[in-house]
């Protein structure tokens, strides 16, 4: 099987701006979540989205968000986008018993 | 609250001697426990599991885990580190609830 893709790799956007990532779960997986990754706070968890609804949320600004389509790809917006968002953005899929996450390549986002 | 600790921010040995990267966990029950590993730049790579049974949990690249149900502890260990181990090791934890949460990582440099 596939693994979990990410697109784009590599972002670099101003302040102000917005920007949407997009994520491709494992095939068969209908779980899909976020993580932020930055030096200073480590990995965070953003949001699961199952089945199209979101099921979990982490502690974000309302700024961040996310959905998820039927064929379980997700996509993740961050609006007025400030210095502090730059971070490797990591997609994670799991199967139904939800106990191990499989993680994708991840998102780079530069903000300047 | 639930929580995965991991108290040495980096760790310093020398290529050929034996490693051990600590690991402990505060959940309501046993989680599932998982060790990655993070070059600079890249994803997450999972190095090994642990999910029930056997404590002794062998990983890729010649590292293993331990788990301890009495000290709450998942430590990583390898007898003879190589250069190319230089990295970021996580520890991570997940009850099957869809979202994993993650140490803050212990950075590994290997002395020649």
């Known amino acids: 099987k596939a693994g979990v893709t990410q697109t784009p790799r590599y972002l670099i956007k101003t302040r102000g701006q917005q920007v949407t990532l997009s994520c491709s779960p494992i095939s068969g997986h209908r779980s899909v979540s976020w993580y932020q990754q930055t030096p200073g706070q480590g990995l965070q968890f953003l949001f699961e989205?199952?089945?199209?609804?979101?099921?979990n949320k982490g502690n974000f600004p309302g700024r961040f968000s996310g959905r998820q389509f039927s064929n379980s790809r997700s996509e993740m917006n961050v609006s007025t986008l400030e210095l502090g968002d730059s971070a490797l953005y990591l997609c994670a899929s799991s199967s139904s018993d939800g106990r191990e996450q499989f993680f994708g390549p991840g998102t780079r986002l530069t903000v300047l | 609250a639930q929580s995965v600790t991991q108290p040495d921010i980096h760790i310093t040995v020398s290529e050929g001697a034996s490693l051990e990267l600590r690991c402990n966990y505060s959940?309501?029950?046993?989680?599932?426990l998982f060790w990655y590993v993070q070059s600079p730049g890249q994803g997450l790579q999972l190095l090994l599991k642990y999910f029930s049974g056997d404590t002794l949990v062998q990983g890729i690249k010649g590292f293993e885990a331990e788990f301890k149900r009495s000290q709450s502890s998942f430590n990583l260990r390898k007898p003879s580190v190589h250069w190319s181990d230089a990295a970021e090791y996580f520890c991570?934890?997940?009850?099957?609830?869809?979202?994993?949460?993650f140490g803050a990582g212990t950075r590994l440099f290997v002395k020649a």
């Open positions: 991570a934890g997940n009850t099957g609830g869809f979202k994993t949460i």
């Open positions: 959940y309501g029950a046993t989680p599932y």
């Open positions: 989205y199952f089945s199209e609804t979101q099921r």
